[in-house]
């Protein structure tokens, strides 16, 4: 009998989960050598992204969030050191970066993420510092704040789609709070700028944090569309022609996903994978899945997402492959905090089918905020996932039916 | 001049106001976005969006549980 291949590609936090969610449901599978897992990122080493704010606005060490990739694949999963150039779905294979060589697979799984795409808006990739690109880049804005004295910060969205849809609001509040508390926020204004028609899209968090910029006195722009920077004059103009002067520039860039994707006959126009939105498989292929920020759902871009969607993908897989358990459907739970500043937060929490809640900030949201991000790589391993399931009450997967 | 045709069935909010937003930094002055939804919100909310913008909205349409917007551009420098 032949052994059947499953291809990850990608190590975030859906590959290592999807992986170690598949290791422990074939452990038998996996020890008789009839099923192999085999993970393709060319990353040395792995970041806890969510972290890059706290680099940014509370000066923590980059080298914290970052951990040896190495040490998160789980144990029986193999791992080549390359990225994917192609991915031929419909004959099963993937070609990588890395000499061209060839891989054959039998199921796939897509995780590749997204990243800032600059490219999109002249002048914005020399003008500003970001806490997306990675945690090194995230330093800067620390570096920066601590010399602010005066002068404008703008903060916002500069385009779309982007990921973690709180944190350019969380950035606000904390260069706020960063200032407050170092006594220099009297003679510096913090501005925010969205596309969106309001403060936060969701109403229900609107009106939770738009009384908070009132109160903090953060100023805000309401369907700004940022078209260009222009660095020398250190202006942004949207493309209905307004501007806005900027000292410090802390803006959101649009993402984009991994440009291997682009073109294919399986994503959309600019490279997202086209996916069922409950079990995630691409387009026609029920052996191929996309999972986080690379698919084209309508949840958040978020780690949580990838987090929960791996797990319904790897229980499908494992259960088409061993014959037992019951299919699993992702019912677009996300649970996105949002750091209002001052050791509060509130959490964005929805489904598919639920609108997002209206949750006040507080400190307990806080703490658990805190307690999520010191569990976050063993629970990469798995190994919190009774905790998973007892926090999302299971209502991030349906069983059975569609 | 082009027509932009979105679908947005089946997202809820914020999904057709940033499929409208991400069309809008594709579209020029004189092109039709149409967007299509089937999230009751949109209506309103692509309301605010042409009021706050200065883009027309030609019109919408009810059908059942599927909406329809019809955009003109019209508010790009």
């Not at chain 1, 590609?9 to 598949?22: E, F, N, P, Q, R």
């Not at chain 1, 040395?44 to 706290?54: I, N, R």
């Not at chain 1, 019912?331 to 509060?344: K, V, Y």
Request: charged share 25%; proline share 5%; glycine share 6%.
């Amino acid at each position: 009998m032949s052994v059947i291949k499953i291809a990850m590609i990608g190590s975030g936090a859906g590959g290592l989960i999807t992986s170690s969610k598949l290791v422990a449901q074939l452990s038998e599978e996996i020890k008789q050598e009839k099923v192999s897992i085999t993970i393709f990122d060319k990353k040395e080493t792995q970041e806890f992204q969510p972290g890059y704010l706290e680099v940014a606005f509370r000066g923590t060490r980059p080298a914290k969030l970052k951990r040896p990739a190495e040490n998160l694949v789980p144990r029986g999963v193999n791992v080549v050191h390359a990225n994917c150039a192609s991915l031929d779905i419909d004959n099963h294979q993937i070609i990588t970066e890395k000499n061209q060589e060839k891989y054959d697979f039998d199921y796939v799984v897509v995780s590749t993420g997204c990243s800032p795409d600059y490219s999109q808006i002249p002048g914005l990739k020399e003008a500003n510092l970001d806490f997306y690109t990675d945690a090194d880049v995230s330093s800067r804005i620390f570096s920066t704040l601590e010399t602010v004295k005066s002068g404008r910060i703008v903060v916002g969205i500069a385009g779309l789609p982007y990921k973690c849809p709180p944190s350019p609001n969380e950035a606000a509040f904390m260069a706020d709070e960063y200032l407050r508390r170092h006594e220099r926020r009297k003679n510096v204004d913090i501005t925010f700028i969205t596309p969106y028609t309001r403060i936060y899209t969701a109403e229900p968090i609107n009106e939770v944090i738009e009384p908070l910029y009132s109160e903090r006195n953060i100023e805000s722009r309401t369907v700004f569309n940022t078209d260009s920077v222009d660095p020398a004059k250190k202006e942004i103009t949207s493309l209905e022609g307004e501007t806005l002067k900027y000292d410090y520039l802390f803006l959101t860039p649009p993402h984009k996903p991994a440009e291997f994707l682009k073109g294919t006959d399986f994503s959309d126009d600019e490279g997202w994978v086209k996916v069922d939105k409950k079990d995630l498989h691409i387009t026609d292929h029920d052996y191929a899945f996309a999972i986080g920020d690379t698919n084209n759902i309508p949840t958040s871009k978020a780690g949580v997402e990838a987090h929960l969607e791996g797990i319904v993908v790897a229980n499908n897989i494992a259960t088409n492959i061993s014959g037992s358990g019951s299919k699993h459907f992702f019912t677009g739970r996300t649970q996105c905090s949002m750091e209002t500043g001052f050791h509060h937060a509130t959490f964005v929490v929805g489904t598919y089918d639920r609108p997002v809640e209206k949750i006040k900030p507080s400190i307990m949201n806080y703490t658990e905020k805190k307690v999520m991000e010191e569990i976050y790589w063993a629970s990469l391993h798995g190994h919190y996932e009774w905790l998973f399931k007892y926090h999302f009450k299971k209502d991030y997967f349906s069983e059975g039916t569609s | 001049m082009t027509t932009y045709n979105i679908d947005s069935k089946g997202t809820a909010c914020p999904g057709p106001i940033t499929d409208l937003i991400r069309a809008y930094r594709k579209a020029s002055n004189g092109d039709i976005i149409i967007l299509q939804a089937t999230d009751p919100g949109v209506v309103p909310d692509a309301k605010a969006w042409c009021g706050m913008t200065k883009n027309e909205l030609v019109n919408t349409k009810e059908n059942g549980t599927e909406y329809e917007v019809t955009i003109k551009v019209t508010a790009k420098k």
